[in-house]
């Protein structure tokens, strides 16, 4: 996994909660598992501008941070599973509120980027 060159602050709650759930996918990950998607595929059919291997590396590290469970099921091929823990319950809120945020500021930014091509 990477390793940080700047340690991180733990007396700032944003630092470490960017640290953890900031990325351009892992909010789209969690609102799809949080939605009962769980299986690698569907993640992949759900959001179908993420690589396989941007969308393992994010659930892994979502993993680690106790966002996320994994489940392996022992059949051949093998099954895995994804579910959102307690802790990653929590998070949701906060991912909700920024998808609505981004949806009520699209209107904006598409008028925005509108006028910045015609400049």
Same mark, same amino acid.
């Given at each position: 996994?990477?390793?940080?060159?700047?340690?991180?602050?733990?007396?700032?709650?944003?630092?470490?909660?960017?640290?953890?759930?900031?990325?351009?996918?892992? #909010?789209?990950?969690?609102?799809?598992?949080?939605?009962?998607?769980?299986? $690698?595929?569907?993640?992949?059919? *759900? /959001?179908?501008? !993420?690589?396989?291997?941007?969308?393992?590396?994010?659930?892994?590290?979502?993993? #680690?941070?106790?966002?996320?469970?994994?489940?392996?099921?022992?059949?051949? $091929?093998?099954?895995?599973?994804? *579910? /959102?823990?307690? !802790?990653?319950?929590?998070?949701?809120?906060?991912?909700?509120?920024?998808?609505?945020?981004?949806?009520?500021?699209?209107?904006?930014?598409?008028?925005?980027?509108?006028?910045?091509?015609?400049?």
């Amino acid at each position: 996994m990477y390793q940080r060159k700047i340690p991180l602050d733990f007396e700032c709650g944003t630092g470490i909660a960017l640290e953890v759930i900031l990325s351009k996918w892992k #909010f789209c990950i969690l609102q799809e598992i949080s939605k009962g998607i769980c299986r $690698p595929k569907d993640l992949m059919e *759900a /959001i179908p501008d !993420i690589t396989k291997r941007v969308l393992h590396e994010q659930l892994k590290q979502l993993e #680690f941070h106790g966002i996320v469970s994994k489940q392996i099921y022992p059949e051949v $091929p093998p099954k895995v599973e994804y *579910a /959102i823990t307690s !802790i990653g319950r929590e998070a949701l809120p906060i991912v909700q509120a920024v998808n609505r945020w981004g949806l009520d500021f699209a209107p904006h930014l598409k008028t925005l980027l509108g006028k910045a091509g015609n400049t």
